[in-house]
């Protein structure tokens, strides 16, 4: 399966494509819960938008799932589209994934992150 996640702050708007292309679920999830959804599809790829709260989602979802994060600013099928919506921007994701189109953006390691993390926003 090829799964599309459109991210938001609370909720995620998903689409999941079988091989064929074909529509199989859609389907909006509290991020709390999306655990529950990957493991429904352990094994599939999914595609989500590279945004300020995807570490934790993309931490989430790859215990279940292939996940690829992608660079919102090369998603110019999605930006560009005339019929922008959380629904049409999910579908998008999933129909790029399939084609092996999706631009990737830099994921870091654990170890990266921690080491970009400055108590109380100081850099000392």
Do not use: C, W
């Not at 429904?40 to 989500?48: D, I, M, P, V």
């Not at 709260?53 to 930006?79: C, F, G, M, Q, R």
Request: proline share 3%; no cysteine.
């Amino acid at each position: 399966m090829f799964i599309g996640i459109d991210v938001h702050k609370r909720y995620s708007q998903i689409a999941v494509l079988d091989k064929n292309g074909e529509i199989v679920e859609e389907v909006r999830v509290e991020n709390a819960n999306l655990d529950d959804f990957a493991q429904r599809y352990a094994g599939s790829k999914a595609a989500l938008e590279a945004t300020s709260n995807y570490y934790h989602i993309h931490d989430t979802l790859s215990a279940y799932l292939d996940v690829t994060v992608a660079n919102p600013s090369e998603l110019k099928l999605i930006s560009d589209s005339d019929k922008k919506t959380d629904r049409v921007d999910a579908k998008q994701l999933a129909r790029m994934l399939r084609l092996g189109s999706v631009p990737e953006s830099y994921v870091p390691t654990d170890e990266v992150r921690r080491a970009s993390s400055f108590p109380n926003g100081s850099r000392t």
